[in-house]
């Protein structure tokens, strides 16, 4: 977080000054992982093994008011975000909503009774991925292998595919790598942050991005637009997502992966991940 106000500037009086106290602690803003509001129920902040339950609690009314904020009083106008479970915030923070879903033809059209509020606080850990880059560049062709990071939820694949993603496209000078045009399909916002049409992480100069849209379509629409030289995507897996990849491959683009598991085992358990690795269309795989 860049700085306090970037996520206080969202809530009402009261919760601001319970937050703010909070924030003035040691090394909570640095740890922070997530704000967690319930109607009727106290507010939580999030640490990865820990959490502070604050004895303040949020009504309905106040739910609504952080919401109309995070809208700029709009929320019509963030419909499509409020369908989709999260709105991007500035800073790259995204917001979880949840309440009660209003289905048609199968579609979620609407979010009604709003009900609770997760502000997951973005964080950018520039350098991450320096350990793993010197096995994902090929050095003789100027390009990468095409690799699959690999680890549990939570333990920052995400995070160090961005930092890859980043280095490759503005290009590694201590390994004489120069930079490569990258398409990146953020299919749930998680990787560039976009807000407002503008990336809140840092992706690198020659990176296009794409969001909200599936990973299949969304590597067809790079291929066809943008001529990526590495497509990147989090957390693939489905039959559609690897049909994709595999024209990707074919075109001569190279890509970068990540999904969740443990062991090679466990990922191979996964009929679509397995037919990559045995086919060695999956030339590295990183566990971390």
Not at 30 to 43: Q, V
Not at 49 to 75: G, H, P, R
Not at 197 to 218: A, L, M, Y
Request: glycine fraction near 6%; charged fraction near 30%; include cysteine.
């Amino acid at each position: 977080m860049k700085n306090k106000e970037e996520i206080l500037r969202y809530f009402p009086n009261m919760i601001y000054c319970l937050l703010k106290k909070e924030f003035d602690k040691e090394d909570v803003i640095k740890k922070l992982e997530e704000i967690r509001l319930h109607s009727n129920r106290p507010i939580i902040l999030k640490f990865r093994n820990s959490d502070i339950v604050i004895n303040y609690i949020v009504n309905q009314c106040e739910i609504l008011q952080i919401l109309e904020k995070i809208c700029n009083n709009s929320i019509y106008a963030y419909k499509n975000q409020i369908c989709n479970g999260f709105i991007t915030v500035k800073g790259g923070h995204r917001v979880g909503i949840t309440g009660t879903a209003v289905v048609e033809n199968n579609n979620v059209i609407n979010i009604k009774n709003i009900n609770s509020l997760n502000f997951r606080i973005a964080r950018e850990i520039k350098g991450c991925s320096n350990k793993i880059l010197s096995e994902i560049i090929d050095k003789k062709n100027n390009t990468i292998y095409n690799t699959l990071i690999v680890s549990p939820p939570g333990k920052g694949k995400t995070t160090i595919l961005r930092d890859t993603i980043r280095r490759i496209s503005d290009g590694i000078e201590e390994l004489d790598f120069k930079g490569k045009m990258c398409g990146v399909v953020d299919e749930r916002g998680e990787i560039a942050a976009i807000y407002q049409g503008i990336p809140q992480n840092d992706i690198g100069i020659r990176t296009d991005v794409i969001e909200n849209i599936s990973k299949s379509k969304g590597i067809k629409m790079l291929l066809r637009s943008m001529a990526p030289e590495i497509i990147a995507c989090d957390e693939i897996g489905s039959k559609e997502d690897i049909e994709a990849i595999e024209d990707a491959f074919l075109s001569g683009v190279k890509g970068i992966f990540t999904m969740h598991g443990r062991t090679l085992e466990e990922i191979k358990n996964n009929p679509e991940i397995d037919y990559l690795i045995e086919t060695k269309k999956l030339e590295k795989i990183i566990f971390i």
